[in-house]
């Protein structure tokens, strides 16, 4: 084992207990068990963050390119894009409490990285393309967003529950417009994902469009998001509908993850 | 009659329909994931017995290309221009300077008593500022109404070019060993493959696949250009692209007695030739560059580098199997008077050929969508009013987050100004 895959190795389990620590200290911070908890909680996600994007580095450094090319890779890049995502969040609204959903997502995405095969392999000629960065790294902040939004969603359906100083965000109000922003983000960058990936596969295979199990899927959770957003704009969807819309989007980008992976054999199945 | 005709208008443009055509679009290109595409229809009779004759008769079996699924996507293209027809009216004037919203009263307010602090932050955040009296209005990005029809707009030109490439695209795969020429007759030049190389990376795996190929137009213009996977080759709206690659094996027949080679020549693995003097068929099973026997006790090949290469043949004469074989190159298949030699490979590359006319259509739809959804996203309206100490602030889109980011940046405005005085 070479000194970068060692390092990659230590980083990438410190930053899974740190993400497990910070995701307990969040539960701890919205079940009102501990209310100053909130810096340890941050600053623990917040060191995660550093250790796994040390772990990143790592495994730039040994595969001599950005970890994007199969789901070990993937998943490492998708569960960073997840934590960074509500860092920023949290460094604009100050909504710690965000945290208690999101780190769980994140560690998820995590568990299922290790899971998987670490061998660093070299890239398929497919894969030999300068739109390999923009591409996974467009997919990275989208399903990020998507998670966050996921996980903004079912904080408004808890509230929804309760009243006044029982509530984990005071006004449901905002997490049903936060997660409104951070769909918006995510879609865009979907969007960006689905035209590069376009244009790439007129490269690589001639036709920009395929219907490709995975395309395809990005394309379902593309009309999912539309269909959402359509109807918060023209029908001024709010609320319960609107949270449990967000939810089955991610539920979509997890399948068009995972799922179409394992289930349906796909020109993307390099992504392994 | 001119109402009836707009309320038809309306109800073709309605969200409804828009929500009920994308969730069956959505539907069935699920089902086109999940189902197996193009198969015979004997083949889904027997695997879903109960299912067998719908999937059949909704065309289920090839869901992108079934009536269905056009039917549902020109509706949906229907819907949509109906629906940014009518919506332009309507967005027009609501990019008049003159036209704001209504600011609710009790959502969304900020006290603040300094106008002077507010104007200047208006002027900073380059909005269009109106005075009367004590009061302030202001606007700004008024045109970011028009991003949804933008963007339905570059929908609309990815159609168009989707329907032009399947009227108007066409492919073929063309597969040419070294000195092989294709000619375009159409398009009045011809393509020789120079040269065909595979590199390898440390542990065996295929790094890039290199076609060499000089492309002779009729007026005897030559150009000599290397094209790989991710760099294809365009020609005069043709398109090549490097897709595959297969080996041939450079096969001898020769006369065991006087040592006369009968036969000579390449044969591609998975096809035969016939000896027509001995009545012999000479199957070349495959080719394995670097053998090894698999668990099923078959011959697999480890890697395309010619490390140990063998071949596996098999010999018929008049259609019966006489004997199979593996053999190294130069290695001898006696039979009877003769000796069958493969004496060593040559790969061949497999170029797909495709024109697409659309391509820059399809493209042109990308962008406009993209423009669309960032200024839909990004580039909202925004109206400000401000009177008596108290500020309002009204965006359709993003109402709490624009309120959000006024405050913020109010009170950095503030903190700022005090600092000063």
Not at chain 1, 218 to 224: A, D
Not at chain 2, 204 to 232: C, H
């Amino acid at each position: 084992m070479d000194k970068f895959q060692n390092i990659e190795n230590i980083t990438f389990t410190i930053a899974f207990i740190l993400y497990m620590v910070s995701a307990i200290t969040h539960l701890f911070l919205v079940t009102k068990l501990a209310k100053k908890v909130e810096p340890i909680a941050i600053l623990t996600a917040l060191a995660g963050l550093v250790l796994h994007t040390a772990a990143m580095v790592a495994r730039t450094a040994g595969a001599n390119r950005l970890p994007f090319s199969n789901q070990y890779e993937f998943a490492l890049s998708f569960a960073w894009g997840i934590v960074l995502s509500f860092l920023i969040l949290y460094r604009i609204y100050r909504f710690g409490a965000i945290g208690a959903f999101v780190m769980p997502l994140a560690i998820l995405v995590m568990g299922y990285a290790s899971l998987q095969s670490k061998a660093v392999r070299p890239l398929m000629p497919a894969l030999q393309s300068h739109w390999l960065t923009f591409h996974v790294g467009t997919a990275i902040l989208s399903y990020g967003a998507f998670a966050l939004a996921c996980g903004i969603s079912i904080i408004y359906l808890i509230d929804a529950k309760r009243t006044g100083d029982h509530r984990i965000l005071k006004d449901p109000e905002v997490s049903d417009m936060l997660t409104y922003r951070v769909i918006v983000f995510g879609l865009l960058m979907l969007t960006v994902v689905i035209i590069s990936g376009a244009i790439w596969a007129q490269k690589a295979w001639s036709r920009y469009w395929a219907w490709d199990p995975k395309e395809t899927w990005s394309l379902i959770t593309w009309i999912i998001y539309a269909i959402y957003l359509h109807l918060r704009l023209r029908r001024n969807w709010r609320g319960k509908s609107a949270a449990w819309f967000s939810i089955i989007g991610f539920i979509s980008v997890l399948f068009t993850f995972v799922g179409v992976n394992i289930l349906l054999p796909s020109i993307h199945s390099y992504a392994t | 009659m001119k109402r009836t005709s707009m309320k038809v208008l309306h109800a073709i443009a309605s969200l409804k329909v828009a929500i009920v055509l994308l969730s069956l679009i959505a539907i069935y290109i699920v089902i086109g994931t999940l189902l197996p595409q193009h198969s015979a229809p004997e083949w889904y009779l027997e695997r879903y017995p109960a299912l067998g004759s719908l999937i059949i008769s909704l065309s289920l079996d090839s869901a992108y290309g079934s009536p269905i699924f056009i039917v549902l996507i020109a509706l949906f293209a229907i819907n949509l221009t109906t629906c940014t027809v009518l919506s332009l009216k309507g967005q027009w004037r609501q990019m008049d300077s003159n036209y704001y919203p209504s600011f609710k009263e009790d959502e969304f307010t900020i006290d603040i008593e300094d106008q002077d602090t507010v104007h200047t932050f208006l002027k900073r955040k380059r909005f269009r500022v109106e005075r009367g009296g004590d009061a302030l209005r202001a606007g700004k990005f008024r045109w970011g109404v028009l991003g949804a029809t933008i963007t339905h707009i570059g929908l609309l030109v990815l159609f168009v070019g989707g329907t032009i490439g399947n009227m108007t695209a066409s492919e073929d795969v063309v597969n040419l060993l070294p000195g092989n020429e294709k000619r375009f007759e159409e398009e009045g030049f011809l393509i020789r493959l120079e040269d065909f190389d595979m590199t390898f990376d440390d542990k065996g795996a295929v790094k890039q696949y290199i076609s060499t190929v000089t492309v002779i137009d009729d007026d005897g213009t030559e150009t000599t250009r290397e094209l790989w996977v991710n760099n294809p080759l365009h020609h005069k709206g043709i398109g090549m692209y490097q897709a595959s690659f297969g080996w041939t094996g450079n096969l001898r027949v020769t006369d065991t007695a006087s040592g006369e080679i009968q036969a000579e020549g390449l044969l591609r693995s998975g096809r035969t030739y016939f000896h027509q003097s001995s009545h012999l068929t000479i199957y070349l099973y495959g080719y394995y560059p670097e053998m090894a026997i698999g668990h099923d006790q078959q011959p697999v090949s480890l890697s395309n580098r010619e490390i140990d290469p063998h071949y596996a043949v098999v010999l018929y004469e008049f259609g019966n199997p006489v004997g199979s074989y593996i053999i190294a190159p130069g290695e001898a298949i006696p039979y009877k008077d003769l000796e069958i030699t493969f004496t060593h490979a040559v790969a061949y590359t497999g170029l797909l050929v495709r024109s697409d006319p659309s391509y820059p259509v399809v493209l042109a739809g990308f962008l406009i969508i993209l423009l669309g959804m960032f200024v839909s996203f990004y580039c909202y309206p925004r109206f400000i009013h401000f009177s008596s100490g108290t500020l309002r602030t009204a965006s359709r889109r993003n109402g709490w987050v624009f309120h959000h980011s006024v405050r913020s940046a109010l009170e950095r405005t503030q903190t700022r100004k005090n600092k000063e005085d």
